[in-house]
Structures are given as C-alpha cells and as structure tokens.
C-alpha cells in the first residue's frame, strides 16, 4: 500500500505539473483557444486507454501509471501538427470555411502514419521475455492506447473544434499582456527562422557532404564516449532498494523454539546496526523504519527492515545490509543465510545451474563451481542446492526377503500405503471431486517405531513383519531434486557486493577462467540463472524487437511514400538520435543501461514521425512543380513551427520526470532521460540532416540517370 500511494502521488504531481507545463507552453506558439483544444487531447487520450486497458484486463498498478507520465509530453505531437496546419491556413486565408479542412487535409496522411510509426516504435516493449517483460510490456501498452486514441482524437474531434476558433489576422492588434507575449514569442521565431535557421539550412545544402560527415564524425564520438566508458554502461540503472532483508534457513533438528529466538535476534541486530551507524554518521535520523519478522516454517525465518527515503539517509542499501551482517555474526546449524538488499525480481545475483545424468559428477562439479565462486573478489553468500538437506530414512531388502517372495516394489507400495496412503474411491460432490484416500491413523505413522510395526503381505496373505526382509539406515539428502529440460540439475547461486563488482564481471570471470576447466573435469552442462538469465532473456528480445520494429516502421513509411527509396532517407534518422540520449546521460552522470536502450528505441519513433511530416510537405512541393533547392527551403520554413513545438513539448512533459528525487522514479528516468534528450537533438536531425540526405539522394538518382542516358 505504501509503494502504491507513493506511485499515485508521483503520478499526479508529475502528471498535472507536465500538463500545465505543456499548456503553458502552447499558448506562447498558438492561439489560446487552439491551445486549450490542443492540449485537450491529453485528459481525451489517458481516458481512452483506460478504457482500453479495462477491455485488455490491465490494471492501474505502479507500472502502468508511469506509462501515463510517459507518454504525456508525446500525445499532443499529432494534435500540434493537425491544429497548427489549421491555424496556418486559417491565418493564410482569414478564417475561410474550408481553411479547417484543407489544414487537416494537407498534413492527415503524414500525421497518421507518424503516430504509427510511433507505436510500431514502441511495440517491442510488449515483447520483452522474462520477469522485465511484465514491467515493460505494461508500459509499452499504456503508451500505444494513449497514442491511438490521441490519433483518433485529432483527427475526428479537434477539426470541428477549431472549425469555430476564430484566429486573430496579422494586423490586429494586441489588446492584453498575454497577446504582446504571444506576439514577441511569434516575432522572436521568425527571427530565428530567418537570421539562424535559413542561413545554416543554405549552408548545409551547398555542402551536404561535408555536413553529413560531420553529423557521421558527431555519432562516431558519441558511440566512443560509451565504448571508452566515459559514459558507463549497465544492464540495469542502479536504483538504490526501500528495504534490506535476511532470510534464514536452520538444520531439519533445529527447535521451533530456536527458530523464533534467532529471529528475534535477528530484528534486534538490525535495530542495533542502525544505531551503530547513526552514531558514526552523528545523525538523529534512523535508517530504519521499521522492522518486520517471519516466521515462515518451522525453521524459516526472514527478517524485513524497511528503510528511510534515499534523500534522507546518507548510507546505501548494502552499507546498512554488511553492518546487519556483522552485528548479527555467523549463525551455527544454518544451512542457508542470505542478506539482501535488493530492488530486483529474482532471488539471487546469479545463479548458475549444473546439469548431468550422473549425481556424483554433478555434485562434484557444484563444489568445485562454489569453491571457484567464493574467491572471486566481491562475491558473497555462495550457496549449493545440494547443501539443503533433510533427514532421509533409506529402506533396503535384506537376502530373507528373497524367501517370503517380497520385491522393492511390494515393499515401496506397502511402506507408501501406509504412510502415504492409497486412492480407494472417488466421490462427486457439486462441481468438486474428491479423492478418498486410506491409510494408518495419523497416531500410527508418526514415529520411526511407527515404521518397525509395519507388516509386509506375501503374494499368498502372509504378513512378515518389515524388520524381517528389510533394514533400515538413516542419511541425508537434498530437499528437492531438480530437473530442467529431463535432466537433474543443481543450483549454485550468490549475491555480490556491488560496490566491488557487478554480476556481468563474474559472469564474464566465470565464463573465461573457471567453466573451460570445469567442462573438461566433469561431463556436465552449464547455464545461467538469477539477473544474469533474466538480463540476457530482455537483452535478447529488446534486440529482436528492435529489428522487427524497424521493419514495420520501413512499411508504414513505404505505404504514404508510395517509394521503397524514401522510407530509407526518414530511417538515417534513426541512429543519429542516439547522439542526444547519451548527451543527456553524460550531462546528468547516469549509468546507460537496458532501460536507457528502451527509450532510445522508443525515440526512433518519434525521429521517423516528425522526419515523415517535413518529407511528405517537400514531396508535396516537389509535385507542384518547385525545384529541390525551393522546396527544402519552403518546407523548412512552414514545418519549422510544428517540429520545434513537438519537441518542446515531448521534452517539457518528462521534464518533472527528469528531476525527480524519489524511489519510484528511478526506473523510469533512463528511459525519459533517452527519450527528451534525443528529441532536441532530433530537432536537427530532422530540420537539416533529413533534407541534406533528401538532397544527396536526388544527386544519386540525377547521377544514375545521366549514366543510364549514356
């Protein structure tokens, strides 16, 4: 409950701030009214998608909910470029009848496939395999609902809004302070257009080649900030946990009584680590909040202790975990201890599973695997499969069984009917079946004496009592007996202190040092479990869906390109946004990680959406008969406006994201910081990378006609 009103919180604070924001930000470019009818698109579109989500069973959680801030700066891009076109044919032809249908018109084509083209972009957040998937595949499907019902919204309701909105002529004067506003703002992008932005496009077009090496040696430089790791990179952002747990695992003999006074113990440890550790930082301010003890069996038992803000402490999640660790010492008779302070969905930093057909090979094998484990610097709390055993009571035909005509199977059946019991009938009652099921009473099967008075049937009715054919031995085996894929398998698994390393090193450790030795020694197979499986079950699928996302965004481009050429002048796009969302993380010190990568892959969508509206509107001027040089500059200068607005406002509404100090935030910054710093840089993509390459490829298809007339 407390995480979930966190989330709600964050939602509305950050929700209604990139609302006003937004707004705001509309009204400086656009008439008031058309900014109202603009920006009413956001509350249209996230009740769109709720009742979507209704339909599809998803509920409103704390992943869905960052989907809504997400998507909030990207909803209105389709509404500016409809409302804008409309305002601009308004103003071009004073408020003429048809102004509102040539506006919708001239750009519908371009804005429809654009929002796909974002959603394609998307989609592969729904695909994402693993426990990640659920979180992102949440997301992705908040993000694609807003986005189609803001489609439909712009293009079925916002026409017959702004059909009524009278827009203001250029010689009327401004009559309030808000208007002299609109009026600097409106003088000040003319200006900016025509003192900065013509002369750097005219530039640009006579050296094209240059100007595209430049942006080439621009994303060179950036892809070697990562791969010299001045921008360091990570599977995961590093998200500091709200809480630090033990759990505790004591040998099969230990006391119920014990048990719960370990636990105890253990809650006072805790206690007493934080305030060994306010001491040392002189603080009044515990770390702690409160403390929780299980009691989950008989010999479980499991310790929460929920921690204060990460604002409000100075210490991290693990710094507290190792002083609870050495307050609370060695635990004697515990077969299992682990210490976590974690934030992820699976148990442990890594696990790795052996296979083979042969018990003691593989057992040796998982030795020798922990052994190699425990030395590697920074790894903690390795732990067997195997070494979690029970009290096992093994039962063996002695050579007299023989005479009577007794078989292992005769003695397993009566031992298991007994203990266990055997199915007499099965009886129907309403709906449920149940199974009848006989065997001794529950005081005659409680003692290992219990067990010496069990008597064996021969074939022909003799009962033999069982200490006549068989002896009995006591050992111990593990608790659970693991097969993956039909064969038996063991895990070894182990946490790692990450202010040391990180679970990609010891893999890589265990990969290049320790498994081409232990695969030679023992016949067995080796894979990865815990993050490591997760990450890489993500990582494999956010490539494939990349791949697929690109196709379906190449078709979407292909169908109103009517051309298999042009959709590959909108996709250089594509990489060049990548320069921006690594700017973005250098310049605010982040870690790029998996999520950072979701976002980047989200990005070529909005890149393709806005480079498809500036390459449709040249096209369009192409087929009226301009010259090249003509309509890139025309074009330019009327999809300015539109382009500038679209990224503003997708960069404005993550903005409050982007500041966001608390927990339930971190998940989501990466992916925002990619999106709203490769958007402003996609802003010179698409107003001068996209027309020089339009350029070039027309000197290409010029070059390759003149060859051919020769």
Not at 71 to 99: F, H, M, Q
Not at 120 to 139: K, R
Not at 152 to 178: C, F, G, R
Not at 517 to 537: M, N, P, R, W
């Amino acid at each position: 409950v407390f995480f979930v009103k966190d989330r709600i919180n964050l939602f509305v604070r950050n929700s209604s701030m990139g609302i006003v924001l937004v707004f705001l930000l509309l009204t400086l470019f656009l008439n008031v009214r058309l900014a109202f009818w603009v920006a009413l698109g956001i509350p249209v579109a996230l009740s769109g998608a709720l009742i979507a989500m209704s339909v599809m069973d998803i509920s409103i959680n704390l992943i869905t909910l960052f989907g809504f801030i997400l998507v909030l700066g990207i909803v209105v891009d389709d509404a500016i470029v409809i409302g804008e076109s409309i305002y601009a044919w308004k103003k071009r032809t004073g408020n003429a009848p048809y102004a509102t249908l040539q506006g919708a018109s001239r750009v519908s084509v371009a804005a429809t496939f654009g929002v796909l083209t974002t959603v394609a972009a998307f989609l592969p957040l729904t695909q994402v395999d693993g426990d990640s998937g659920a979180i992102l595949g949440q997301i992705g499907s908040v993000v694609i609902f807003c986005l189609l019902f803001s489609l439909l919204e712009s293009k079925l309701i916002l026409p017959s809004h702004l059909y009524h909105t009278h827009v203001a002529m250029p010689d009327h004067q401004a009559k309030n302070l808000w208007e002299k506003v609109q009026t600097s703002v409106s003088h000040g992008l003319e200006t900016l257009v025509e003192k900065t932005y013509l002369p750097v496009l005219a530039v640009a077009l006579r050296q094209r080649y240059f100007t595209l090496l430049l942006f080439i040696a621009a994303l060179v430089l950036t892809a070697g900030t990562v791969w010299g790791g001045i921008v360091p990179v990570s599977i995961m952002p590093k998200v500091e946990a709200q809480a630090i747990s033990l759990t505790v695992e004591m040998d099969n003999n230990t006391s119920v009584k014990r048990t719960i006074a370990l636990a105890k113990q253990a809650g006072e440890a805790l206690r007493e680590a934080d305030n060994q550790l306010m001491q040392e930082q002189h603080s009044d301010k515990p770390n702690i909040t409160n403390i929780s003890v299980f009691n989950i069996d008989n010999t479980t038992f499991m310790v929460w202790g929920g921690l204060a803000s990460a604002e409000i402490r100075s210490l991290s999640a693990p710094e507290i975990a190792n002083r609870w660790r050495t307050v609370m010492g060695d635990i004697p008779d515990a077969n299992f201890v682990n210490y976590s302070a974690r934030r992820r969905w699976s148990n442990n930093d890594i696990e790795v599973q052996v296979l083979g057909s042969d018990r003691h090979t593989q057992q040796a094998a998982g030795i020798a695997l922990a052994d190699a484990l425990s030395r590697i610097d920074g790894v903690k709390e390795v732990n067997n499969s195997q070494n979690e055993t029970s009290n096992e009571i093994r039962i063996a035909l002695k050579p007299e069984a023989a005479v009577y005509g007794i078989s292992k199977a005769q003695l397993a059946q009566t031992v298991r009917a007994a203990f266990y019991g055997l199915q007499a009938e099965r009886l129907q009652r309403g709906d449920e079946e149940i199974r009848v099921m006989v065997r001794y009473p529950k005081a005659k099967r409680k003692s290992l004496a219990d067990l010496y008075q069990l008597y064996v049937r021969t074939d022909n009715g003799t009962a033999i009592p069982l200490a006549a054919v068989a002896e009995l031995s006591f050992d111990r085996s593990p608790k659970t007996i693991e097969h993956i894929d039909g064969q038996r398998a063991l895990t070894v698994s182990a946490n790692i202190d990450k202010e040391k390393t990180s679970s990609e090193a010891v893999i890589a450790t265990l990969r290049k040092t320790v498994l081409p030795t232990l695969l030679q020694q023992y016949q067995v197979t080796i894979q990865f479990g815990g993050e490591a499986e997760e990450d890489e079950k993500a990582t494999d699928s956010m490539k494939l869906g990349f791949v697929i996302s690109l196709a379906m965004i190449f078709v979407l481009l292909a169908i109103p390109l009517k051309s298999y050429v042009r959709p590959i002048i909108i996709m250089t796009a594509i990489p060049f946004g990548i320069i921006g969302a690594v700017i973005g993380h250098l310049l605010l010190g982040m870690t790029m990680s998996m999520l950072s990568a979701f976002g980047i892959i989200a990005l070529s969508g909005v890149v393709v959406n806005d480079s498809l509206l500036l390459l449709t509107t040249i096209q369009q001027h192409r087929d009226e008969g301009m010259d090249i040089h003509e309509a890139i500059t025309v074009t330019g200068v009327r999809r300015f406006r539109p382009v500038i607005l679209t990224s503003i406002t997708t960069f404005v509404g993550l903005m409050p994201m982007l500041f966001e100090t608390s927990f339930q935030a971190q998940f989501l910054i990466p992916m925002a910081v990619s999106l709203s710093f490769g958007i402003i840089f996609a802003t010179a993509i698409t107003l001068v990378l996209i027309p020089i390459v339009y350029a070039i490829f027309a000197d290409i298809k010029r070059l390759f006609f003149i060859q051919v007339q020769e």
